[in-house]
Structure formats: C-alpha cells, structure tokens
C-alpha cells in the first residue's frame, strides 16, 4: 500500500493514541502514522495536576500504552515531530524539516495551549504554567523549593495547584479576577463550595482582583503587583487563566474554524477526509443540539472511538453526556451534563452541603441539565442517565436523599 493510502493522525496525545488504538481495533491495517511534538509517548493530562504532582503516582503511571504497543501494532510514532502547515487538495501535511507526509485520512488531535500572562515581567523564572509532563516536573520541584506560591486564575488547574502546593506546605494565594472561582462553570451555589473548601485549607484567596505586574530581580520573579497597588510575594508563580485550542495548522489549511475546528457529529470537518477530536474539537452534539467543545480528558478518551469509526466509514456520532472530574484535598467530585454560564434556572442541592458530602443538580425550565457529586460515589452513571431522559423533576423530591436517584431517570 503507496504512502498516500496512509491514515494519519497529527498529535500524539490521549486522542491521538486512543484513535490509533481504535483504528487497528476496527480492523484497519494500513499504514498508520502517529506524529507528535513532544519527546514524550503519548500520555494522560489529569495526572499532572492531580497524583503526580502531588507525587502520588510514578511517571510510567500517566503514558497511555506501554513503550512496545506502538511497534507491535504497527503505528508509526513520529516523536519530536511538528507539522507546519496541511494541504487539503494534495492530501499532505509538511514537516518541520521541510519534508512531507501523504494521508489519505487525517486526524487532527492538536489540542490546546495555556493562554500566557501579558503583562510586564511575565516572561521571568518563576513564571509556570501547566500543560506537559515537564510542566509538572517544574512545578513539583518549585512547590518543593517555594515557601510562598501565588496561583493567577481560580479555574481547575489553579485550584488543583493550589491545593497540591498546600499539600507540599507552601503558602498559598490564590488570585482571580471573578467573584468566586469556577464562578463561570459551576454558577455562584457550587463554586461557593469550592471557595470554603481552600479557605479552610488555609488558602489566601483574592477575588475581583486583576494582575498588573510581576515582580522580580534578576530575571527572577519574586511576586504580583496588583491593579489596586497592592503586592503579594511569591517565589513561585503558577498561571492558570485558560487555555487556547491550537487551530492554526487548520486556519491555514482553510477548514471551517471557530471556538476550535467545526466537526460534525462524527467528527468530520469541513474537509471529508480530515477530522478533529479532543480539545481542539467544536463538535456538533446531537444530545444537546447544538456545537460544543469540552477541553477535558472525557473526551479526550472517548471521542477519538467516534473518530477513527467515522473514518473507516462506520456509522458513528460522540453524544456521550460531557463529564469531568477534579481532586483537591480530600474533596473527589465528578461533573456530567453541559450548562452555559447562567444558562439554568436554579441549582438543587441533595446532602450535607456544609460537610462537602452532597450532589448538585442545575435545572432549566423543570429538567437536570447537569449534576455534580461531591464525596458522593456510584452515582455519576445514573446522573448521566437522569441528563441524557430529560424528563420533567420534582424539584422537592429531588432535594431529598430518601428518594432514590433511579425515580428521575426518562422512561
């Protein structure tokens, strides 16, 4: 079989390694190219944030498959690799030494990149953001050597190193621009939780705050200078303000592009022979009705299955109820549903809320958009189930532990 028969996946991640994994699943036995700019075999994000960070798991815990899997199925794992630019109409992508590669199926599995502080000093040692491997191993080793850590941005990955530099016995403030973290995707009941839960780790949180400097000597930056005028020392600073999906290679192919690249419900991009997974995918979603993109590992694992079926021209569509989880302290909560900010009606909570140990669901015009479980366990399916029936709740009845979960699910 001639080069340009050949599937191709750019971006050796989770969504790249599952969708080569899928593919020889399905049967495809065709060349198969997995292309990466990491040294590194692909490997699994949470870990970074959670267990390995804190040191609770080793490094070989966080790859995807073992060293031999790639050759012993065959995959072609181009490592240290980056593609540069992607010609739809030849069916080939160019590489940074300046050679190129046929397909005669892409997927795009590029995912995304932390958004960069801008302001003055920015660019100092100390400055630390969190996406690879290394990343961690940055911030493990700061978080051993800092007495004083300053986290700018009160989302999951600022909260997650928060509670990992508490764990490592640093001082910790966390600084975000909103009211309340997590403000935009749990709404002002949940991410209240959140709050008492740093506080009464001795967590310094500052809310409605904005960066205007950081500070430093020597290059080396020794803490933030607020809007407001006022400093707060550090001799470690994580930055956690978002991240951006990495569309370029698309935007310049010319395939349809917007929060991430547009897919289809099979994933399929504006371009038949290419298709997106992961991060970086804009994903019609037939469950909700309507384009979604969800930078969390759920999808990361799951969607490239739809992905390399679709390409082999299965029938297939990700409708998977979006999920996502978070470790902090001795708090473990897993999400499932998809609200827009302030797009739900009220949020019901069930248990002990005080005591962090309760589910949360938000309701829009009568129906469970979304539940969350807190210190709550074997109970994320059945909400899952509740948000994919849809079905009109007794508002009452659903506030109340005696009543089993299994009443709410759709007929």
């Known amino acids: 079989m001639n080069a340009d028969a050949a599937y191709m996946i750019v971006g050796a991640s989770l969504a790249g390694a599952k969708a080569a994994e899928t593919l020889r699943e399905e049967g495809f036995d065709g060349p198969l190219i997995l292309i990466g700019e990491e040294t590194e075999r692909p490997y699994e994000r949470p870990p970074l944030s959670k267990d390995y960070l804190l040191g609770k798991a080793e490094r070989e815990t966080i790859y995807v498959h073992p060293q031999a899997w790639y050759a012993e199925h065959d995959v072609d794992l181009r490592l240290g690799t980056r593609v540069t630019a992607l010609d739809p109409a030849a069916h080939e992508v160019t590489l940074a030494d300046g050679s190129r590669a046929g397909y005669a199926k892409l997927l795009l599995a590029?995912?995304?990149?932390?958004?960069?502080?801008?302001?003055?000093?920015?660019d100092a040692d100390g400055v630390l953001y969190l996406r690879r491997v290394g990343d961690s191993d940055q911030i493990k080793a700061a978080f051993q050597a800092a007495s004083r850590v300053a986290v700018v941005g009160g989302g999951w990955i600022g909260l997650e190193t928060a509670a990992a530099a508490r764990a490592a016995g640093a001082q910790v403030t966390v600084l975000e621009r909103g009211e309340l973290p997590l403000l935009r995707v749990l709404g002002r009941e949940a991410a209240q939780v959140f709050a008492d839960l740093h506080r009464d780790h001795g967590v310094d949180l500052r809310f409605g705050v904005q960066v205007a400097e950081i500070t430093g000597t020597g290059g080396r930056a020794d803490g933030v200078r607020l809007a407001d005028g006022g400093h707060v020392r550090a001799d470690a600073i994580i930055a956690g303000i978002g991240i951006t999906p990495n569309t370029q290679l698309a935007e310049a192919a010319g395939l349809q592009v917007g929060n991430g690249i547009i897919t289809d419900a099979r994933l399929r991009t504006s371009d038949p022979d290419?298709?997106?997974?992961?991060?970086?995918?804009?994903?019609?979603?037939?469950?909700?009705?309507?384009?979604?993109r969800v930078d969390h590992w759920y999808n990361a694992l799951h969607q490239p299955h739809t992905a390399a079926k679709a390409m082999l021209g299965q029938d297939a569509a990700y409708d998977r109820v979006p999920y996502f989880y978070t470790d902090q302290y001795d708090l473990g909560m897993e999400y499932a549903g998809y609200v827009e900010p302030g797009g739900y009606d009220q949020v019901v909570f069930r248990g002990d809320v005080p005591g962090r140990e309760f589910i949360a669901f938000w309701l829009g015009g009568g129906r469970v958009l979304a539940g969350m479980n807190v210190n709550v366990w074997d109970v994320n399916e059945v909400i899952q189930a509740i948000v994919r029936g849809?079905?009109?709740?007794?508002?009452?009845?659903?506030?109340?532990?005696?009543?089993?979960?299994?009443?709410?699910?759709?007929d």
């Open 274 to 292: 290419i298709y997106a997974a992961g991060d970086v995918a804009h994903a019609y979603h037939p469950l909700l009705g309507q384009p979604i």
């Open 110 to 122: 590029t995912g995304s990149s932390p958004r960069r502080l801008s302001v003055p000093g920015a």
């Open 390 to 410: 849809g079905r009109a709740v007794d508002v009452a009845r659903l506030a109340s532990p005696d009543v089993p979960l299994e009443e709410f699910l759709g």
